[in-house]
Structures are given as C-alpha cells and as structure tokens.
C-alpha cells in the first residue's frame, strides 16, 4: 500500500498525550493490543518497547500494524492509523526517556535490564474525527 501523510486532526493527536492502543497480530491470527506512548516524527508516528515483548515479536514476524488515539479531553474525537513498521535498536534507550518527560514530566524508570528498540510506524491508512 502506498504511504500516506498524516492530516493536521491526526498529527496533532497523536503528537499530544494521548495514549494510543497498539494493536498487533499474534501467529496464531489474533489480535493483541496494548496501549503506548508515542510522538509524531515526519509522517511517522514512532514509540520504544522492549526486545522479545509480544508487540515486538508480532511485529518483527509481521510487519503491519494498527494505532488508535483518541483525545482524552474529547474521546470522541480520535485518529487511526493502519500500516508497516520498521524497527531500530535503541540502546541508549533515548526516545523512552524523551516520551517519559513528555508523558510523566520524569526520567524513565527501567523496571530491570531491557534491550530498548524504536518501531516507527509508516501509515498506508490515516482516519480522523
């Protein structure tokens, strides 16, 4: 599917802090969702999880993805995303503990040894309301 851009309702939700539900696809075709923080980069939206999570081993054996947000002022007011990702190793883990100030005004606080990786998500479906 061809790339798309995100429209300004879109950018500004989920570059906002907002939390947003990702939703995966375990091997045996079910879904799995859990909810992240993220920001916009370009037309990207990106966010950090851990090496060997379900979301990373769902994505990195199947790359599409599904994100919604919503505003939490207004939930009816929302975006979706549908797409491909691309992963990248984190290991200074910086974009977690940028998302951590945004999202708690603090450090991150790494609950044991873990390996950070970056997904960045490229939309090929942008809705919003």
Same mark, same amino acid.
């Given at each position: ?9 879109? %950018? ?7 939390? *947003?539900?990702?939703?995966? @696809? ?26 060997? %999570? ?7 054996? +199947? ?26 190793? +984190?290991?200074?883990?910086?974009? @977690? ?20 990786? @970056?997904?960045? *998500? ?8």
């Amino acid at each position: 599917m061809a790339e798309k851009a995100l429209n300004d309702k879109a %950018r500004a939700l989920f570059d906002g802090k907002n939390f *947003v539900t990702v939703a995966t @696809i375990n091997a045996d075709g079910a879904p799995q969702a859990s909810p992240v923080w993220a920001k916009v980069d370009g037309d990207a939206v990106v966010f950090s999880t851990t090496r060997g %999570r379900r979301k990373h081993t769902n994505l990195v054996r +199947d790359p599409r993805i599904n994100l919604t947000t919503y505003d939490l002022a207004n939930p009816y007011d929302y975006a979706e995303i549908r797409g491909t990702v691309t992963i990248e190793d +984190d290991p200074d883990a910086e974009l @977690i503990e940028e998302l951590s100030q945004k999202y708690t005004g603090g450090p991150w606080k790494p609950q044991g040894p873990e390996e950070r990786v @970056i997904v960045r *998500v490229t939309p090929s479906y942008v809705f919003s309301r």
